[in-house]
């Protein structure tokens, strides 16, 4: 708390402090010259006379005959004086309390004399009053503007005078206000959603032409539902899956990979707190219930200052604060889930809560066309917000999800228990028009049991495999659990038109529970029967810094740095994580953007490689296994047209440090002692180039994005120390979507996804058992018709075969009030029921040949579904 | 300000004609993937020899299997190669193929040497054949130490009855040693035989029986003479790892039992370490005279390269049909242009008695 205490004292003092005010105090003095037209040598006489600030000049060092017309706007000395002085090749100093114009070689700037005040407040959405992030506020004339960040806020110092400021925000009704700056000015700004424009706009919210302050993508959860469907359910994070050099891997934990990194190298935050598998049906679906999201941001290169403890992709989400006008609410009943939302006030314009609640049901659609699969899963959440006053509010969100997941392939059957416990308290305050703060306390608990049992037939070159005969059988399972708690602060500070800080700081501390292996005969899904070890905790403390700075109307660049200090019983570690972005602007609609990044992390999940069991385990950093860190350069260029059309393109290098991997064969955990010896760390590579094509506006919509890429890892000890491909190394990726609006209740959409396969590791030869060539026999062995070893000569060295995927949906809305509207979805999801897993299997026995099995699996084979929403 | 502020009667921009060239291109070169699952042309060498100080030298050679080509999974002696080992600070011996009985069942052709193999010394084999190239492998035996203090007791173990083989081993000071220790039971087989008129007749043959009661009956001195012939032929008995500085712990289970138990000096070095393990005793006797037999006992100094190797063939065949083949734990070779381990060993060893050899 002290901290806290004695960061907002320090913003308390910079921001209130009228920096500019100061250094230009004669000419923020009030004055309204007697006249509104006249020449230059009379209005500065007028103010000689009239204004109480002394000006000196040579009447040969101006045009003192040049006419000025005066709008009636300006209402201090240096907003007079920059409209009179307008275009003279002249200076103005100030000294012994006197203003001194002499003539100059190049011309007055164009807001060198006039003061600047703030124009800042919120941006909400009307009939709700839920803040909206990412919306732009512009001033046309000056070519300044900004967005709201996720909370609604912004702030924009502008120069005295009159200002028609527009306001806008994808699928909003644009506005303009006409303000009159003459003090600092607070707005409450409202915005109506634009019901023609419902659907058939970007997916990715361009930034439009103004110069680009980060390359992360804005997501617009609401407009890419064309895209999300999955069964029917509405999912915002598959919108995600169409950037370039995002793969979603089913069947994977948290399925998402980006440039090259693995699935535990994101960062999901949810209203900031951590989220550590944000997915149901392991991967297949997140746990973001689209009608609770108010913004979602991915960064994937470029990493702002604050974020850090992933080195791949960061997915920062806001949830809605609730309607602080109306209740209204959706309920929704579709092929895999049903839910419904409710939000409104408990008191008017005070305090509103939103609560929303999910659960899956086996419906007949379901189970005809997935035979075998039996989804489980639930999410529950529920927010209040209380409006304390006009600067002070007061968030708490509560969030809880869980899922059992069992299938069987190949004579194996899985079981997957996992679940999440999220919490946060959350304190927005205006501090000064120009400065905002959050601070937070926030609480993410997680728990994961995977489990397999195994059956072991005696092989023969017989197909039937009813005459196969039982050898072994036996069960695996794995339980983990991490909770972590933290506090964090983080300040937003406009220090005038050119410049903002970014500062934060936080505290967390994280404890890995007690983890084991468990053998048994069958499988144990209950967690008390793990054997307890004792837990892992660590502590970070970090601190970061950055500066948005605009330099000129063409060049933006934002460096910053990201300190963290980590640790772990006896074992300590700083890092130093410089951050550093820049665009330039090239000509009105073309801009190119580089970035460098350094990201740490010190929490290491270890993949299990168990076929189709998510048992994967997070460990801490440590002497042995140090800190993952990442380097990422990238340089891109980004076409973005009025008319609705966006073109982008990037080139990214990632070198990644310490990322870990099971030491061969070593894939159990047995004992809380010697863990780290099971794990090794190594190094990576990722590089390639990402190009996306996007249309938007009108009834047709288009969205094509191609990732060109490669991935390496290199360990000691695998592959004989040998560089391999990463096994997400999907060399090609495309993602083509198209949309269009038949009228305005019928909408409908396709998507083709399109990747290379996964390389995959199968060894070449087999050989004698190393007992058998002495005659050593062990009668307790039941497969003694397997005595032989096999033999690969490399890591990852074949590719599986491509794999690609088709969607249809078609969307029809009553044309009911607003109050009261159905949304029916109907579609197919994978079409020709394209497989999004290959699995390669090596058999034979002693007795029989040996041979290649391959099969392919579908998380969810061609499946037509149905989806009903009603919304009141 | 109600009304957008957007042209939606732009016109498409054309990308030029060079970037979707460019894209071409880069579609092209990228695009040298291998085939979908090749397979190797050519099978390789495969060598699994011990050198074991004190004894003499036996080298196991065979060939692959092409994993996945549909043959059968059956593997050839192969007799034609041409093997030689090479001993540090001596001479150069050709090995040669051994055809004896006690060899015959092996899935490899073993290519032996009388010459004793000496601690402490550096050896270099290669093994030339004319279809499956020259392989090649070097290694150091370790040097002699000693394990004092021996004891026995029978006890159990996890429910099971064991005997717990108790000792110190005396750890050489100058390197890192590498220690594993099995128990095997060597089948013996027992002949019965006897002399008459110069000539040996065999007992346990009918016509050989009848003969010796003809003789009894007709007062002829006759003796019935006992042998028991050891076989090339080993039970592998259970191990358990009571020692809980074993190696064992990454392998599997440690309250299953194991078919050796491995240990490093990390924890001892230079010094004289107190140690047991267990042996599982359901094999120690037999009724059936095709499986009684002598136990041995060993306890061994290997090459670190032999211990990686035996570390990961034991967590291999502990997982087999666990998981996926190619998630198992390949065995770290050191066969140069083949497959296979040379390694290499210094053995401390005790013979049991338990079963009736009469």
Known sequence: ?872 | MKTSSLNNNSKLPAIPSAWIVLILILITISCTDKPLYPLPQENKLVILAELTAGDSIQIPVTASLIAGGGNNISFEKVNDARVSLSEQGGGNMQLLPNNSPGFTNLPSAMYTHPHKIKPNTGYVLTAEHPLYGTATASVLVPQAFSVTHVSTDESSFMGREVLRFSFNISDPAQEKNYYLFEAIKQLVKVAHYFYWQGVKYDYDTQAGKDLFEQLEDEDEEVTLITDTIPTHQFLRLGLFATDPGSDNKTIGNMDSSFNRIFMTDTLFNGQSYPTSFAIATNLFTSATPEQKGIILVSVKSVSKEFYDYLQQYEKYKNDFGKMPVNQLSFPTENIQNGIGILGASFRNEWKLYYDDLE
């Open chain 1, 1 to 872: 708390m002290k901290v806290y205490f004695i960061i907002s004292l320090l913003l308390a003092i910079i921001s209130t402090s009228p920096l500019r005010a100061q250094k230009r105090s004669l000419l923020a003095h009030s004055f309204v010259p007697d006249m509104q037209k006249g020449t230059v040598i009379q209005f500065l006489e007028n103010l000689n006379t009239h204004s109480g600030v002394v000006i000196e000049y040579a009447s040969n060092s101006i045009e003192g005959t040049r006419t000025v017309t005066l709008d009636g706007s300006e209402s201090s000395v240096g907003a007079v004086l920059q409209k009179v002085l307008q275009g003279q090749h002249a200076r103005l100093m100030e000294k012994n309390k006197k203003l001194i114009l002499v003539k100059s070689a190049s011309l007055i700037d164009t807001d060198a004399l006039v003061p600047f005040y703030t124009f800042y407040g919120f941006v909400r959405a009307a009939n709700s009053r839920e803040p909206m992030a990412g919306a732009t506020i512009i001033d046309p004339i000056t070519r300044r503007g900004i967005a709201t960040n996720p909370y609604g806020f912004f702030s924009i110092t502008l120069p005295e005078g009159r200002h028609r400021i527009e306001i806008s925000h994808v699928g909003y009704t644009p506005e303009a206000l006409d303000v009159v700056l003459k003090k600092n000015t607070r707005a409450e700004i409202t915005l109506d959603l634009h019901q023609e424009t419902l659907v058939m706009q970007p997916v990715i919210v361009p930034s439009g032409n103004l110069l680009m302050k980060t390359s992360g993508n804005r997501i617009d959860h609401r407009k890419g539902e064309n895209y999300n469907y999955l069964l029917g359910e509405n999912d915002p994070l598959r919108n995600t899956y169409l950037l370039p050099g995002v793969q979603h891997i089913p069947s994977s934990f948290s399925g998402l990979f980006v440039r090259g990194g693995g699935p535990e190298e994101n960062l999901f935050l949810m209203d900031g707190n951590l989220v550590y598998n944000p997915t149901h049906m392991l991967g297949a679906l997140s746990i973001i219930n689209q009608t609770s999201v108010k913004s979602m941001q991915l960064f994937k290169s470029d990493f702002p200052s604050k974020y850090s403890g992933a080195i791949s992709s960061v997915i920062d989400i806001h949830t809605k604060d609730g309607n602080m006008e109306k209740w209204q609410g959706e309920a929704n009943a579709g092929t895999l889930s049903g839910s419904f939302t409710i939000e409104g006030p408990v008191v008017k314009d005070h305090t509103a809560i939103m609560a929303s609640f999910r659960h899956s049901w086996k419906s007949p659609i379901l189970t005809t066309f997935n035979k075998g699969l039996d989804p489980n899963f639930y999410d529950a959440h529920f927010k209040v917000t209380q409006l304390i006053n006009k600067n002070n509010k007061l968030m708490a969100s509560f969030y809880s999800g869980r899922d059992i997941l069992s299938k069987t392939i190949s004579n194996t059957e899985n079981l997957n228990k996992w679940g999440n416990l999220i919490g946060s308290l959350s304190w927005n305050k205006v501090i000064s028009s120009r400065s905002f703060i959050n601070t937070s306390i926030n609480m993410s608990r997680y728990h994961n049991l995977g489990a397999y049992k195994y059956t072991l037939f005696e092989e023969d070159n017989d197909d039937d495999e009813d005459n196969d005969i039982e050898l072994e059988s036996g069960s695996v399972g794995t339980f983990t659990s991490t909770a972590q708690y933290n506090i964090k602060s983080q300040a937003e500070i406009f220090l005038n038109h050119k410049t903002k800080l970014n500062a934060g700081i936080e505290l967390g501390h994280t404890i890995i529970k007690p983890f084991e292996t468990k053998f048994s005969e069958e499988i144990d899904d209950n967690e008390d029967n793990y054997h307890t070890f004792e837990p892992l905790p660590f502590d970070e403390l970090s601190a970061y810094g950055e500066a948005e700075m605009r330099i000129g109307s063409k060049f933006f660049i934002r460096p910053g740095l990201h300190v963290s200090a980590y640790r772990f019983k006896n074992y300590e570690h700083l890092s130093f994580q410089p951050r550093i972005f820049a665009s330039y602007k090239l000509a009105t609609h073309h801009q190119i953007f580089s970035s460098f990044s350094r990201m740490t992390q010190y929490l290491h999940l270890v993949t299990n490689p168990y076929l189709n069991t998510n048992a994967d385990i997070w460990v801490p950093s440590t002497s042995k296994l140090l800190p993952e860190q990442s380097d990422s350069y990238n340089l891109g260029y980004r076409f973005d047209h009025s008319g609705g059309w966006k073109f982008s393109v990037e080139g990214y290098w990632k070198e990644l440090r310490n990322v870990t991997n099971y030491v061969e064969g070593k894939s159990y955990f047995v004992n809380d002692e010697n863990w780290e010896q099971n794990v090794s760390s190594g190094k990576g590579w990722a590089y390639g180039t990402e190009w996306t094509i996007q249309k938007s506006g009108g009834k047709l919509s288009f969205l094509a994005t191609y990732t060109l890429a490669w991935s390496w890892r290199q360990f000691e000890g695998i592959n004989e120390g040998a560089k391999f491909p990463y096994k997400y190394d999907r060399r090609h990726s495309l993602n083509a979507g198209i949309g269009y609006q038949i009228n305005k209740r019928i909408d409908c959409s396709a998507l083709w996804s399109f990747s290379t396969g996964d390389v995959f590791s199968m060894p070449d030869y087999l050989y004698p058992d190393f007992d058998n060539t002495r005659q050593i026999t062990n009668p307790a062995d039941l497969l003694k018709d397997y005595r032989f070893v096999y033999h690969y000569s490399k890591y990852n060295q074949y590719r599986t075969s491509p794999y690609h995927r088709l969607d249809a949906a078609i969307n029809y809305r009553t044309n009911s009030s607003k109050n009261n509207q159905f949304l029916v979805t109907a579609g197919v999801y994978n079409i020709y029921g394209s497989p999004d897993q290959y699995i390669y299997e090596m058999k034979g026995t002693l007795k029989s040949k040996s041979m290649i099995s391959e099969n392919s699996f579908a998380s969810f084979g061609m499946t037509p579904y149905l989806s009903v929403t009603y919304k009141f």
